[in-house]
């Protein structure tokens, strides 16, 4: 099990520019998740796929995010346009499909938006 | 919908003192409920969950839960705190049937005095 996998870690970008973020979750794991975490909150879900369909996302995910898991494997989370409010750390999380099959995190990617 | 409470947004507690965080959810049906922990810079770890109305549950690194229905509660308690649980604490709460759209606490930061 090596555990799910995110990259970058950290990502600077000046507003305006475009940022692409990348996770492997668990082999074994046919779901996979992004949340959105600010500093001195909890994590917010953002969307999340079983398999390469995307089944459910949050309102924070607004048109300039998109989430791709082209082939059921690892995912891509594009922000276009960034603006300083997208400053957070993105996490990915990966599970089995089972309802009760909890979560398991990546270490996130920190972006940073000047 | 769902939200969960952490009240406590920092306690500080001496090596080998006892330790409760505390966590109340408001949902109109029993949820599932998750404590995760958040060392600096890096993603989640699952402790412990909780899906089948057990009053008691019993995590990993020595944590447990108790869950009290009636105060809609899920409190973590350790009986012995080391200096390498310091870190930040999140409680979360899964609607009944899943575990993957998780709304989550502010966390509690545990600072551990030597």
């Known amino acids: 099990d090596t555990g799910v996998s995110q990259d970058p870690r950290h990502k600077i970008t000046k507003r305006g520019q475009n940022v692409t973020f990348r996770c492997d979750p668990i082999?074994?794991?046919?779901?996979l998740y992004w949340y959105r975490q600010t500093l001195g909150q909890g994590p917010e879900f953002l969307t999340y796929f079983q398999n390469e369909a995307q089944l459910e996302k949050s309102r924070l995910l607004s048109d300039r995010f998109s989430a791709e898991r082209p082939k059921g494997s690892f995912s891509t989370l594009e922000i276009q346009r960034t603006e300083q409010g997208d400053s957070a750390m993105y996490l990915c999380a990966s599970s089995f499909e089972l309802n009760n099959s909890p979560l398991h995190f990546g270490n996130g990617t920190r972006l940073t938006v000047t | 919908a769902q939200s969960v409470t952490q009240p406590d947004i920092h306690i500080t507690v001496s090596e080998g003192a006892s330790l409760e965080l505390r966590c109340n959810y408001s949902?109109?049906?029993?949820?599932?409920l998750f404590w995760y922990v958040q060392s600096p810079g890096q993603g989640l770890q699952l402790l412990l969950k909780?899906?089948?109305?057990?009053?008691l549950v019993q995590g990993i690194k020595g944590f447990e839960a108790e869950f009290k229905r009636s105060q809609s509660s899920f409190n973590l308690r350790k009986p012995s705190v080391h200096w390498s649980d310091a870190a930040e604490y999140f409680c979360a709460v899964g609607l009944t049937g899943t575990a993957s759209k998780l709304t989550f606490g502010t966390g509690t930061r545990l600072q551990v005095t030597l």
């Open positions: 949902y109109g049906a029993t949820p599932y």
């Open positions: 082999s074994e794991h046919n779901r």
């Open positions: 909780e899906f089948s109305g057990d009053t």
